[in-house]
């Protein structure tokens, strides 16, 4: 979100990022107080619903989702596109294989709740699109190579997450033998609510980098403009999960077993896309900067928009948002653990100094 890392020295977070979980800990704690102190906040969230989605819980996922798509350098896809390795590895770990796994642990884990595996399949298919720029250079990955995955990844969400959605929450149950209970989502539904939630954002994205750069220049917009409205994607986090869990406060406290097996899958989930990131790299020979690259854009999910979606699509209440909630409070902890992670791996397994300018590069 707020990026204030640098090139020269060892990378930290801001403030604001430094304490996400804190923050999000809190915010878990005030929704929680307010749905039990003013009941009547669900029946005003109803009140004001258009197509089944609440509109304070729309306005706080668009503001959630501009920075980190205003912060995307759109202009150098051509740059990554000529690596095809990187390219092609990217595509296959996010649209292939993440997926996949995660349908995988979704039955394998939750076979008796289908909601939160809903849930956990929409995460799955929700791929990285914004934390994931800062985990990247924490651990000294490629920057540019991160901003034109992110950037391919927003688009590919827009052209295929509705069809994923409908295959792995429709037809490959059915093909597989599996109870469908509450799998049945309309395809076109999905891609209403992605084009919302993500075309809108990547529009006013793009255009505000567009503009921005054309009238002030690239130094203005990234040193000026986007240290100014990156904090707001922190605050509409915040403020759709204090309102998601004031609305999800009776089953969270009531079925803390259920949040705990919908954390479980997700651990196993992060470590295995990542894992299969760095060593993919590794063997392709890609070097320890776009290696990590690799592993953190296949390891990261937009839980942006899979809460969007599941919000959207089986209301604010429902299971499927919780699971989506549960996504940003164990992929918060789990990738920065792995930044260390990462940084340890270049030195014993890529033989390089990961805050050596070449490294970025190589």
């Known amino acids: 979100m707020t990026d204030t890392l640098t090139r020269t020295a060892p990378k930290r977070l801001s403030t604001l990022d430094k304490w996400l979980p804190l923050w999000i800990g809190l915010a878990m704690v005030a929704g929680l107080l307010l749905g039990r102190f003013v009941p009547a906040l669900s029946d005003a969230l109803s009140a004001m619903e258009v197509g089944g989605i609440s509109i304070p819980i729309g306005l706080g996922l668009l503001v959630m989702m501009y920075p980190v798509l205003a912060k995307v350098r759109y202009d150098k896809v051509a740059a990554v596109t000529g690596d095809k390795k990187l390219l092609v590895s990217s ?18 884990f939750l076979p008796d709740l289908p909601e939160y595996r809903t849930g956990l399949i ?3 298919l929700a791929r990285c699109i914004a934390m994931v720029v800062i985990w990247n250079d924490l651990a000294c990955g490629d920057r540019e190579a991160t901003a034109v995955l992110v950037a391919i990844n927003s688009v590919f969400q827009v052209v295929m997450f509705s069809v994923l959605g409908w295959f792995y929450l429709t037809v490959l149950p059915g093909w597989l033998g599996l109870d469908a209970q509450g799998l049945e989502v309309s395809v076109w539904q999905i891609a209403l609510n992605v084009l919302v939630f993500l075309g809108i954002p990547l529009a006013a994205g793009f255009a505000s980098r567009f503009v921005g750069e054309k009238r002030k220049g690239r130094d203005w917009y990234e040193k000026k403009f986007l240290p100014r409205i990156g904090p707001w994607a922190l605050y509409g986090l915040l403020f759709t999960i204090v309102l998601l869990f004031a609305l999800q406060g009776e089953q969270v406290t009531s079925h803390p077993m259920d949040v705990a097996r919908i954390a479980l899958p997700l651990l196993v989930y992060f470590a295995l896309m990542w894992f299969a990131g760095i060593l993919l790299g590794k063997a392709l020979r890609l070097g320890y900067a776009r290696s990590t690259t690799l592993a953190f854009t296949a390891a990261g999910n937009n839980f942006e928009l899979a809460i969007a979606v599941a919000i959207g699509t ?8 919780l699971a ?3 996504g940003p409070l164990i992929e918060v902890p789990v990738l ?5 992670v990462s940084l340890w791996a270049a030195k014993t397994w890529f033989h390089t100094d990961p805050y050596a300018t ?3 590069t190589s």
């Not at 595509?91 to 394998?108: D, E, R």
């Open 91 to 108: 595509l296959v770990l996010n649209w292939l294989v993440g997926p996949a796994v995660m349908f995988a642990l979704a039955w394998i």
């Open 336 to 340: 920065v653990g792995l930044v260390y």
């Open 122 to 124: 929409i995460v799955g």
């Open 314 to 321: 089986f209301g604010a209440a429902s299971g499927q948002a």
């Open 324 to 326: 989506g909630v549960v």
């Open 358 to 360: 070449e490294s970025r």
